[in-house]
Nanobody, 126 residues
Framework: VQLQASGGGLVQAGGSLRLSCAAS????????MGWFRQAPGKEREFVAA??????????RYADSVKGRFSISRDKSKNMVYLQMNSLKPEDTPDHYC??????????????????WGQGTQVTVSS
């Protein structure tokens, strides 16, 4: 699977962005998809994940984004989206999409992911 992330940009606090992740290669619906973010000098941080279709497209969110972010999948387009609302300055780091086939219980762990897209920069000004 190859991944291409896009949709980042500069937005004021309280604004919204929608990130997109385009997948190509192997059957997209067989993978859990995750979004992570990473600030300079810090470890990669879990943001959200959506399960593969066999798990019913379940979702999981980091506590810091619950109620503000929403992850979704468009199987017909091989796309995963991260809708980010009520953005805060701490949402600023580069965001990355990734895929994994590990058990759903471990989807918050970045080292469990096998393939990563390039980062898309998100900047939230206060």
């Amino acid at each position: 699977v190859q991944l291409q992330a896009s949709g980042g940009g500069l937005v004021q606090a309280g604004g919204s962005l929608r990130l997109s992740c385009a997948a190509s290669g192997r059957t997209f619906s067989n993978f859990h998809m995750g979004w992570f973010r990473q600030a300079p000098g810090k470890e990669r941080e879990f943001v959200a994940a959506i399960s593969r279709s066999a798990y019913g497209d379940s979702t999981r969110y980091a506590d810091s984004v619950k109620g503000r972010f929403s992850i979704s999948r468009d199987k017909s387009k091989n796309m995963v989206y991260l809708q980010m609302n009520s953005l805060k300055p701490e949402d600023t780091p580069d965001h990355y999409c990734a895929v994994t086939q590990i058990v759903w219980a471990y989807v918050e762990h970045p080292r469990r992911y096998t393939t990563w897209g390039q980062g898309t920069q998100v900047t939230v000004s206060s």
